[in-house]
């Protein structure tokens, strides 16, 4: 089985991809065959092939993929594991029903355990990375496991290994998608 | 989409302009310079070469003076971004940053307040692979400051080559340093690359020596040269 990286820029070629896709690709290959696609060239049918599927972040401005959200309702049926980033997590959250609010966060910020969790092991939060400008209130059929002193930042599904993660764990937290690799 | 890159003349700008120019109109350069020999925002070494750069590459430049106080020079970075915006329409800033949140963040911040975007193409890339990259690319970069031990004056005008990558990686292992220095452990210089339709010769430069493992290459004169014509005429 494989992971599918899901490229959320407002295109494909964007140089945005360099950013938010590259350092998420960086880390999955070195345990997990994979591929990237773009979200536009989402096939459901195709979905089949993949365990574990991450929703990458983006750039500040780009909120292009809130015209599309029908694309991502198949978070809802997808059988394996699904991680959200920053404007992934957004796309989770308005998924079920969430609403997004305006809010930013851009630097460095603390966070505050709420509840363990497996993809919380070892993970070292002196420093953590943010950047969006939209923040989720809270999901319906999620528990809050992370916050910092503004706003939700880690979401978990009640009954499934779905995670809304509003910061980027990719630059300074590698460790917790490593562990979601290994869910 | 219209863009404008920071651009302090060494290799991460330089790099971050290649990979922006392949997907964007790049329409004009922002150099900063600060009198603070010690930012922690912008490169200073090199930075009155830039205008040869400029030539080079055949975009113009803005460039903006500040005295380099900590929060001053980020004002003076959105007024110097703003007249990029007034004179170039330009939608978005490209940045070289790669693992600085201290640096990308503040620029992120003055492009939000702006609403333009902000690149950062050579975000969390792995640094070795990133001088790899720029070797493969045939840019020619030199050493213009050394700031760590083991480090000496003795690397200051030196080539990128694998030579010098080779020796960079065993101090990265043996001594932590960074090998692309963006811990401010090198400075570099670009003399040369894909982009530049010239490339600068080094007519006159001294060394000044602060101490066995901090010295800077000061470039006091350079000509722009055909791309085919030896450095050493």
Known sequence: MKVLIINLCYKKESLSSNEFVKPIENIVKKTKKYDIIHYLDIKKKKLK?????ILCGNALKDFEYLNHLEIFNFIKTFKGDVLGICAGAHIIGLVYNSKIKEGKEI????????????????????QTYALHSKYIEKINKFEILAQSQNYN????????????ILFHPEVRNKELIINFLKL | ???????????????????ASRKHKIKCLISIKSKNPYSY????????LIKHQSLALNIPLIEFETIGKKEEELKDLKKAIKLAIQKYSIEGIVTGAINSIYQSSRIQKICKELNIWCFNPLWQKDQVEFLKDIIKNN???????????????????RKLNNELLDELIQMQKKYKINPAGEGGEIETFVINSPLFNYKIKIINSNIEEDSENSAELIINEVKLIKKNESINN
Not at chain 2, 2 to 13: E, F, M, R, T
């Open chain 2, 1 to 19: 989409m219209k863009l404008a890159i920071l651009y302090s003349g060494g290799k991460d700008s330089n790099y971050a302009l290649y990979e």
């Open chain 1, 153 to 164: 930042q880690i979401f978990k599904h009640k009954n499934k290994n779905i995670y809304a």
């Open chain 2, 139 to 157: 840019f020619e970069v030199i050493i213009v400051s050394i700031a760590s031990y083991p480090l000496n004056k003795n690397y200051l005008g």
């Open chain 1, 107 to 126: 630097g460095l910020i603390n966070i505050k355990i709420i509840k363990e969790d497996i993809i919380l092991n070892n993970i070292n939060f002196d």
């Open chain 1, 49 to 53: 092939q993949y365990n574990k599927i």
């Open chain 2, 41 to 48: 925002m912008f490169q200073t070494n090199g930075i009155n």
